[in-house]
Nanobody, 124 residues
Framework: QVQLVESGGGLVQPGDSLRLSCAAS????????LGWFRQAPGEERDFVATISRNGESIIYDVSVKDRFTISRDNAKNAVYLQMDTLKREDTAVYYC?????????????????WGQGTQVTVSS
């Protein structure tokens, strides 16, 4: 079983950048697919980005493609989300997740472990 803890959220202005980190413990993440999801107030939890266990397959939601970059460092047992050119509509709680399949997937039901989330607020 793996435990996940997100960090790096905060209050930024439109156009700014943030880098979210997700540290894993309890198990190596090397066999897991890793993903980032977000949830705005009153909304469902939505897919943002995913990376396969070997890092060769990456998928982004169309709303963040070309602005966000997901990466993983299996040696550090961590996954990251670099967020550039942030927009107000990116405001949400961001969650990292790990999936047993190891395959990059947008399907929220394929993720078995979740962090507690970190708040990202984009406002002027």
């Amino acid at each position: 079983q793996v435990q996940l803890v997100e960090s790096g959220g905060g209050l930024v202005q439109p156009g700014d950048s943030l880098r979210l980190s997700c540290a894993a413990s309890g198990s190596s993440i090397s066999t897991y697919s890793l993903g980032w999801f977000r949830q705005a107030p009153g909304e469902e939890r939505d897919f943002v980005a995913t990376i396969s266990r070997n890092g060769e397959s990456i998928i982004y939601d169309v709303s963040v493609k070309d602005r966000f970059t997901i990466s993983r460092d299996n040696a550090k047992n961590a996954v990251y989300l670099q967020m550039d050119t942030l927009k107000r509509e990116d405001t949400a709680v961001y969650y990292c997740a790990a999936g047993n399949s190891g395959l990059a997937t947008m399907d929220i039901n394929k993720y078995n472990y979740w962090g507690q989330g970190t708040q990202v607020t984009v406002s002027s």
